[in-house]
């Protein structure tokens, strides 16, 4: 876990951005999240973590949820959570439905994780976002350290 805490003071933070990116090489395959807290356009916190074997669709669900526990150390009220997944951020949205069997539970999860804040909207922004892009270099650099991991058995 890589965390880069820049404000001691989170107890007065009642808004946040959550920038969220998964990958999976192969689908399924490999997967890994990477998760941005930002304040006022300076990065609080981030994180990536390697999570075994996931679609990239779940690996955005789980981006987004792991973005949403950061959210209450926090102690935020208003969450903006903003992803490259349309598809995910729609799902979210309540504007598409979630088909998908695999992706049921963890939309349910996401869910249930939002009731604890205020308010929590959802955005999809394409990669060109300087947030979305250090979002998925994270979720990469986890891809990554899992090869060299498995290098160095």
């Known amino acids: 876990m890589e965390s880069k805490s820049k404000n001691k003071k989170t107890s007065q933070i009642t808004q946040i951005n959550i920038y969220t990116d998964g990958a999976s090489r ?16 300076k990065i609080l916190y981030e994180d990536k973590e390697q999570i075994g074997k996931h ?3 779940e690996a955005e669900y789980k ?10 150390r926090y102690k935020a009220q208003k969450i903006t959570v903003t992803s490259d997944s349309e598809l995910v951020t729609k799902q979210l949205k309540g504007e598409y439905q979630v088909k998908a069997p695999n ?29 979305i892009q250090r979002a998925d270099e994270l979720a990469n650099k986890a891809l990554d350290q899992r090869k060299t991991n498995k290098n160095t058995r």
């Open 26 to 41: 192969g689908n399924p395959g490999p997967a890994g999240i990477g998760i941005l807290a930002v304040k006022n356009n």
């Open 63 to 72: 981006a987004i949820k792991k973005g949403l526990q950061l959210a209450k």
């Open 103 to 131: 992706l049921q539970p963890l939309h349910q999860e996401v869910k249930k994780k939002e009731k604890q804040f205020k308010e929590v909207k959802y955005q999809h922004r394409k990669r060109n976002n300087k947030y």
């Open 55 to 57: 679609t990239n669709n």
